[in-house]
């Protein structure tokens, strides 16, 4: 991984380092005055201060992450910790010279103290403690200092210069160091990168805190590694194609907006963004050496490319305005991320955070500077199943509402296909109506499938897909909800046959009827009396009420509380006196609503003043034997469905006719009026079709006999004086000779002797 | 017993006429059906309440069609008993469709059809706008003539078209035929512009008809009235005259007069007696009679969904007349 190159370069850089580095640097406007002697102080007392500090930093980096924002100053660059100590991994660079090398790029902070104790400025030459003599002299050529070393501190330092806090404005033309792998212009006041060039063998350039607005002047630095421009006004990544051995590269605290040509810095391992403006990330790709990307105190709120990075480990981005995981999703992508931060942005503060960072990054080691422990990350699964399943549970939901909604508009399409059916045949529709629909089911279901993706196309594409599984030529639909059932479609009747649990049936209070004939649901009244005995509320809607007589058939039922018949295919409603008549007949249910209205004492006055009359008409006028067929015709009915159905029970059976018997004893004056529906009228009307044949023809043989004896007995009445008359003559004739008369009787006395 | 009628026809045809042999049929129909039942309680019971029954009117409740026009006694029977159980709906003051006013129908007849009660309206409604409002008596006359005289309303309907169309009617053999193609020619010319037929030609046909029908007319007297008081009219005119007249509905003698359309005290007695027995009732409706009156009438009006009381142009005046005085004979 390492390039061994570099490896042998810091070592010999570090041989030096205990070395004090004395340069001279003569500027060329102040000739002798301006001789300054610095000490540039790399000596082993001064390091334990600086390992402290660099301990604490790394520690405080790696514990507490938020820290630095409570104290933000441009000193603190947490940063370039991680990058020192990364570097300090990387090159397996012995402790201590590590940090003293990076320690430019780290933080200012830990070396003010000592350093301003060192110098106080370039002229104020400060006590020579030990170390380094630079001097700066002002050179002949204009505005650039020449700087110039002695030999004895070339010969120390000959592959290190280190130019702190040296007020300098640009940079010293550098002579005859063309060795110099190390340079080091902290603290100072340049605005441009130039004089540099020939430095060729350049590896490590800090220019942290100076005041350069543009990356220039480094094509020629090819072999530079450590790059550092931290706390400087680049606004710009730019100029680097040629440094594509660069391993660290530090642009914190610059005013970049957008992270760009770096893609061909294949080697690089550190990239700090931190205190930046970006608000994306992406165009990363290339950078395919990359383990650590720091991306802190930004306003990134969406980060992408981040998979393209095959070894990044360690990224932070707290302090960002992330605020959700989508934005940030590819970071699930990435298979070597080990290390993240969120802290700092909005997303950490969800009650979602960690379960989902955990769930979606299964190889995170670290997040938030804490380790993950398997503990967290069972939770975070168990939590993710939750939600999955909650999902899942609600897409089926979200599913069985599509698909009732799509059988609901099945039935209903269906229904009014088979109703402008019924409107084309006016004659003889009842018995068609009800039996052509579920005969040929085939154009029905071809108009469903071509109205299918209009009516799906609000929904997300997961569902639509999931749905054209679903059959969507379901004729009916049966459902309970609460204490709601309700059915759709004529099929829907069947299911009263159904075992309902005891606890349904009981908790069913409102039944409605959808697209169903009403006579088809007369049909099933007796048996939703029995399984459904709690019910109150009947609803209809799309039932074909048309007709005031045809609510005589609820009079059957135990219980009606409510009554909801909506305008919708019940024609009825428009009548001004349904609610009346349904008032009169249903009298005895003492209902209290009417489609939502309550009943006032009123409406029951007027009902009955409307109607009593009819009652009292159809019951002490009608004559018994007319009576006796009425009510015994809903009697047999009832008693048949017993029959077929409940007959084996006998116990149910007796309180069924108590029931009906209850039933008939509560309004006699108006049991007669009821309701048989248009099938089994029309039986009926056949069958008395039947018997009138016959009894014309035994009337008409009766009468015929009649007329016939009538015609004989008038006959004989008109024969009969005569006969009379003859008869009496006869005798009158017979007797007259008394003596022959009276021989001729002797005579037979004689003779039948 | 011996009416000349009776003697004039062989018995067979004489039962056949008079409509015996129809309730000798349906008695023995009905005693059929329910024989169980029936031989409980004695079949001499049976008859005697049938042919009572008959007598009452009570025997067409609630029975089919068939039945219910088989006879013109039966027809007069539905036609006051239709009046008797609804005439609490014309009190009211309400005016309804058609087919709310076949609905009411249904209830007594189950298979009533709608085709009658569609004509009926037509002629309170002109044979226009079938949506529109009739008042009860308005509908109840129209639909008597309707009801009462279907068939002879058909054969009328279909010589008014053949004089429209200007050919001497075949159902009619008019003694002076040929006098009356003559006169014909020109009300043919006149009838471009002028509406219906004229009168006297028209009465001259329909005298033919009651001559020559076998089904019950108006009788041919009183058509002449309606006929005589107009030079020409339209088929629906003349509809209309026979619904408003007294005389027709006189000798129909299954209705009141218009007058007294709303009065029937019997009943009106026994309304009050049922609304006493009202579930939950309120004493104050037993208590004092206005208070029974004063929440009938005044809520509908009020709070109901009932509608305003708008009245067809067409009706108006009738309708209004009738409510009027159902008011007058209330109070």
Redesign the interface.
Known sequence: MIPGKYRSVSGRATNNVNCGLHLVIQTSSLPEKNKVEFKLNKETSSFPGRLLQHDLERNYSSRQGDGRVISPSPRNKSSCISSTTNVTELCGLEMKTAMSSLSAFGDSSTQTPSKSRMRQGCHSAGPNVSGDHINLVSSSMPSFPILQRSSEEKILYSDRLTLERQKLTVCPIIDGEEHLRLLNFQHNFITRIQNISNLQRLIFLDLYDNQIEEISGLSTLRSLRVLLLGKNRIRKISNLENLKNLDVLDLHGNQITKVENVNHLCDLRVLNLARNLLSHVDNLNGLDSLTELNLRHNQITSVRDVDNLPCLQRLFLSFNNISSFENVSCLADSSSLSDITFDGNPIAQESWYKHTILQNMMQLRQLDMKRVTEEERRMASVVAKKEEEKKRESHKQSLLKEKKRLTINNVARKWDLQQNRGANIPTNQDRKDSDSPSQDPCPIDGSTISAFPEETGSLDSGLISALQGLSVTDTHLVEVDGDTLSLYGSGALESLDRNWSVQTAGMVTTVSFSFIEFDEIVQVLPKLKIKFPNSLHLKFKETNL????QFNALAQLRRVDQLTVDPQGN??V????W?YYVLFRL??F?MQKINGTEV???????A???????????SS??????M???L?DTRKKQFQYLLETKGKKPGITSEENNDSKRLTGENTNRA??N??TRDF?NEK?EE?KE??K???M???DL??E??EI??KNEALQKLWPQMFIELVRDAVIEIRNKNSYMKLCLQQITDQK | MLSPERLALPDYEYLAQQHVLTYMEDAVCQLLENKEDISQYGIARFFTEYFNSVCQGTHILFREFSFIQATPHNRASFLRAFWRCFRTVGKNGDLLTMKEYHCLLQLLCPDFPLELTQKAARIVLMDDAMDCLMSFSDFLFAFQIQFYYSEFLESVAAIYQDLLSGKNPNTVIVPTSSSGQHRQRPALGEASMLEGVEASLFYQCLENLCDRHKYSCPPPALVKEVLSNVQRLTFYGFLVALSKHHGINQALGALPDKGDLMHDPAMDEELERLLVQVPGLVNSVSASPEASCLPSRTPPRVASPWRPLHHSRKVDAESDGSTEETDESET
Do not use: W
């Open positions: 048309v007709m005031l007589q024609p009825v428009n009548f001004t006196l609610k009298s005895h003492s006032t004492q009123n409406d029951m006055i007027m009955e003043r409307l109607f009593g009359i009819l009652a009292h008409v159809a006028e009608l004559p018994q034997y007319r006796i067929s009425i015994g007669t009026l309701y048989t009228y009307l008395i018997k009138k016959f009894c014309k035994y009337i008409e009468v015929k009649a007329t009538n015609m």
